[in-house]
């Protein structure tokens, strides 16, 4: 798999998710397009101001879209803290393309931009993320209040700053 920037043309693979009731169970609500152009617009511009972002994931043989990782800062009690998130595509869950990516994502983070401490905010009740999370080395530190939402605070520290 590959990781690269959003574009605008991404928009219908992006709906692909957004619009699914399953996939975006965990999640606010699902997105329309007009949605799906603002995600877009702020993944670019949130890459422009802060070097990072939500990728697309794409097949590294045939180009085939299967979902979305990547990091955003977020601010959770008060700290700003790079949370990585990761949406596939459902017809690719279980298939370890999420793990794949959020660990390419999370090494990333760590060695090469050199963050301290990366988080993920993860519905108690969303197993399979929960599962990615561990399976990538993330511990689960707390519970908070975010999106008047409860959701578990996982973590996963640089050494060199441990």
């Known amino acids: 798999m590959t990781l690269r920037a959003m574009a605008e043309s991404d928009a219908g693979n992006l ?3 957004f619009e699914d009731a399953e996939a ?4 606010s609500s699902t997105k329309n397009e007009q949605d799906t152009y603002r995600w877009i617009q702020w993944m670019k511009q ?6 990072i972002s939500m990728w697309v994931a794409e ?3 045939n180009r085939e879209f299967l979902g979305q990782c990547g990091m955003v800062l977020q601010k959770v009690d008060g700290k700003v803290d790079p949370e990585l998130g990761y949406l596939f595509l459902r017809s690719r869950w279980g298939k370890g393309y999420a793990s794949e990516a959020a660990k390419a994502c999370l090494d ?3 060695h090469t931009l050199k963050f301290q401490k990366i988080i993920s905010l993860i519905d108690p009740h969303n197993y399979p993320s929960i599962k990615v999370a561990e399976r ?8 908070v209040n975010k999106w008047d939402k409860s959701l578990f605070f996982y973590s996963i520290y640089n050494e060199k700053w441990e």
């Open 15 to 17: 709906m692909k998710i």
């Open 24 to 27: 975006m169970k965990y999640y």
């Open 46 to 51: 949130h890459y422009q101001t802060y070097g």
């Open 59 to 61: 097949d590294k043989q």
């Open 108 to 110: 990333y983070g760590l």
């Open 136 to 143: 990538i080395g993330m511990k689960k530190e707390k519970q």
